[in-house]
Structure formats: structure tokens, C-alpha cells
């Protein structure tokens, strides 16, 4: 292991951050896996402190206040100017122009120097993308893209391939410019990262297909139950993804690059199947299933027919005041604390009033789910990640996906 020092100036986080690059893919628990963590958090409390977390972008604003306020996409009309043009700003495709910003701020609230902003790449179509910022050495190593020299030279086009593999230039811009953006992300995500990410998950989605078609209605809070009683079973998560795909839906495991903050993503394909990706950042049993179970939520409530078409998510966030996120957010998340353990019988539990060992053991028994989920539910609402410790399976997920 190198020697870790701490992060106290710029150079310090940028050194940081290349080895955390360096490091990626690191088996947990070895010498590397361990400066991996510890770096990390490094870096993050670094970041907490010094780097600008900035304004949401002037669309993920408006969409905030729709949810906020219950409006629809018609509700706007009076202050954009028509139905095609507010589905336009909404995708990214047309930016606000003066007139607009300033009704959306004088009659919805909006801060002014949100709405005029200049569009960064989150609002970009991908013809605008600047193509050497995304971590195309990550990429590569993780056999993303080719092992190129001219790598950054030919940008463009690998990650045009990417794209191609992806489903092409419309799924590709569904995941980050439309309407759909989840408000639970993390404002020091880096942008292009996370468009890399969700495209080769679409990508290995898309070359390794269900047999069997996605049918609308499948995911309900009884399924989801069906989902997370196989937590029982030693060999859960690879049965999950078994049975997900005998229903239609990919499960996509894909390491997380650098700044991404994310753990999972809904997605979907160009002809609307969906996909559930996860990255593993927290290999633990008790956030893989939490996990899971979010974004199948979101599946089931929010992107059937021409519903939503990506969330991605930083459960993190959760437990930070206001990273709850919009309504669906918290819908996803409704959903799957019912499917884990029924609030009917978590409120009436005597585990939440005395959360020991046994009581752990035999509420899990009860329900028929690993007890790292009953012990993942204490430690949430507790606050309090120190406490049976021994009962989350960290380290015991990844390999089910190797």
C-alpha cells in the first residue's frame, strides 16, 4: 500500500484522484482495495470543503418545481410559449430565452441566476460534447474502448461506437437530457463520467438480451417481495438476475468510474425494456438489495410505456437533509422499504425497539430475507453505521457477478 497522506491543497486532490484512477477494480479487502477506500474518503471530504458544488442546471430546476408544485408539462405553456416548446426545453433541445427565465422566475419561483446559466454539457445533445473529457483511460482499462495510443485523438469516434452500442444517438441522450433526470444525484458528479457509465450498461444490455420480452404491469410491490425474499438464499443475488431476466429486465453490474457518486440507474433501451444497473460502490448484502429493489421501483411506477427514461441514483443522498429527492424518488423508495419488510409489521416490531443479535435473526427468519436487511434498516433510521456491523455481508456480493 502507498503511503496516504492527507488532501490539504489542490495538487494533493489531483495526485488523488489519478491514483484513485490507478486503482480502480481493486479486489476488496486486498492491500489496493483498502488505499482504494481510504482515498476515496479522502477525496470526498476534500470535495465537501473545497470544491463549488454549484446550481442545478436550469432544467433540473424547472423539473424540481413541477414536482414541488404537482404541475405538468401543459402548466408551463403560459410562460414558455407552447406544448412543443416546453417539451423542447424539457429535453434539452431548445434553451431558454430571456423572456422565459423571467416569467418561470417572476410566477414559479425560480432563482434568476439558475435560469441563466449557459448550458453546460448536461443540456447538450451529444453533437456538442467535448469528446476528450470523458475518463477515456478508464475506459480503456476497463475494456470500455479500445487500448489505443491515439485514444484521446479518436474520442469521437470510440465513443461514437459506445453510442452505436448503446442503441444509438436518441437512447443515448434519454439518459441524461430528458425530462426523466433524477433529482437524488450528486452535484460533484462529473457529467461525462456518468454518460459513459449508463451507456455501456445500455451497451451490455443490449448484446446480452432476455430471451423473453419485458411485459408492462410485471414489476408491482408483490413481485418485488418475490424479489427480495431470494435474499434468503447464500446464493441471492445471482438468482435475482436470473429471475430478472426470465421477466424481461437486464441486470447490469458495471464498475463505478471516478466521480460518479452513483449506485444505481434505471434505464432503457431503444425499445423500451428496461435495465437496472448497479455498480457494487457499497459491496454490502444490505445495499445491493435496497438497491435492487429502488430501481425496479422506479421501473414498475415510473418508466412503463412513455413514462420516465433514466434515474440514476446516489442513495447516499438519503439520509441528507433534502436528498430525499422529488416525489418518485420517494415513491422508488416507499416501494422498496414495503417489499423488504411490510411497515405494517416493521412499526410493530419489537427488533426496532431492541436491536440485538437474536432479535435480528429471528425478524429476518420471520420474513424470509437475509438478516443484513433488517440490520441495514436499524442502521438507516438509527443513523448509526457502527452498529451491527457484522450482520451487512460486506465484501459478499461482487463475486456472485464475476
Not at 495538487?11 to 477494480?25: H, T, V
Not at 416548446?85 to 430565452?97: A, F, I, M, P
Not at 405494517?344 to 440485538?356: D, G, I
Request: charged content about 25%.
Amino acid at each position: 500500500m502507498s503511503t496516504i497522506k492527507p488532501i490539504r491543497t489542490q495538487a494533493d486532490y489531483e495526485a488523488a484522484l489519478e491514483r484513485i484512477d490507478a486503482l480502480m477494480g481493486a479486489p476488496p479487502g486486498s492491500a489496493e482495495g483498502e488505499e482504494l477506500d481510504v482515498l476515496a474518503d479522502l477525496v470526498e471530504h476534500y470535495e465537501e470543503k473545497h470544491v463549488d458544488m454549484g446550481y442545478p442546471s436550469p432544467v433540473a430546476a424547472i423539473e424540481f418545481r413541477m414536482e414541488q408544485a404537482g404541475l405538468t408539462q401543459r402548466d408551463l405553456v403560459p410562460f414558455i410559449g407552447s406544448r412543443a416548446k416546453v417539451s423542447e426545453v424539457l429535453s434539452g433541445k431548445r434553451t431558454l430565452t430571456m423572456r422565459m427565465a423571467r416569467a418561470l422566475h417572476e410566477h414559479l419561483g425560480i432563482p434568476a441566476e439558475v435560469l441563466l446559466q449557459q448550458p453546460d454539457v448536461s443540456e447538450s445533445r451529444t453533437e456538442a460534447v467535448e469528446w476528450h473529457r470523458f475518463p477515456l483511460k478508464e475506459m480503456a482499462r476497463l475494456g470500455w474502448l479500445p487500448k489505443a495510443r491515439d485514444l484521446a485523438a479518436r474520442a469521437d469516434r470510440y465513443i461514437g461506437e459506445l453510442i452505436d452500442r448503446a442503441g444509438g444517438p436518441e437512447v443515448a441522450d434519454a439518459v441524461l437530457y430528458r425530462k426523466s433526470e433524477s433529482v437524488r444525484a450528486n452535484a460533484k458528479s462529473d457529467t461525462y463520467a456518468l454518460k459513459a457509465w449508463c451507456w455501456q450498461v445500455l451497451a451490455t444490455a443490449n448484446k446480452n438480451r432476455p430471451k423473453t420480452a419485458y411485459r408492462a404491469g410485471t414489476v408491482t410491490v408483490a413481485f418485488l417481495r418475490e424479489v427480495a425474499q431470494l435474499s434468503w438464499s447464500s446464493e441471492g443475488p445471482r438468482l435475482a438476475k436470473e429471475l430478472l431476466e426470465k421477466r424481461g429486465i437486464p441486470l447490469v453490474v458495471m464498475p463505478h468510474l471516478p466521480r460518479t457518486y452513483l449506485d444505481g440507474a434505471a434505464l432503457k433501451l431503444g425499445d423500451g425494456t428496461p435495465v437496472v444497473g448497479l455498480t457494487l460502490r457499497y459491496d454490502r448484502v444490505d445495499n445491493f438489495w435496497f438497491c435492487l429493489l429502488h430501481e425496479l421501483a422506479h421501473v414498475g411506477r415510473h418508466m412503463e410505456g412513455n413514462g420516465d427514461s433514466a434515474f440514476l441514483d446516489d442513495l447516499s443522498l438519503r439520509h441528507v437533509q433534502g436528498g430525499k429527492g422529488g416525489q418518485k424518488e420517494a415513491q422508488a423508495d416507499d416501494w422498496a422499504e414495503e417489499a423488504l419488510i411490510p411497515r405494517q409489521l416493521w412499526e410493530t416490531s419489537a427488533v426496532r425497539e431492541n436491536p440485538s443479535p437474536m432479535s435480528v435473526v429471528q425478524f429476518a427468519n420471520a420474513l424470509h430475507i437475509h438478516p443484513a436487511i433488517v440490520a441495514g434498516r436499524i442502521r438507516f433510521e438509527q443513523q448509526n453505521f457502527r452498529m451491527l456491523s457484522h450482520f451487512v455481508g460486506s465484501g459478499e456480493v461482487r463475486r456472485h457477478f464475476l
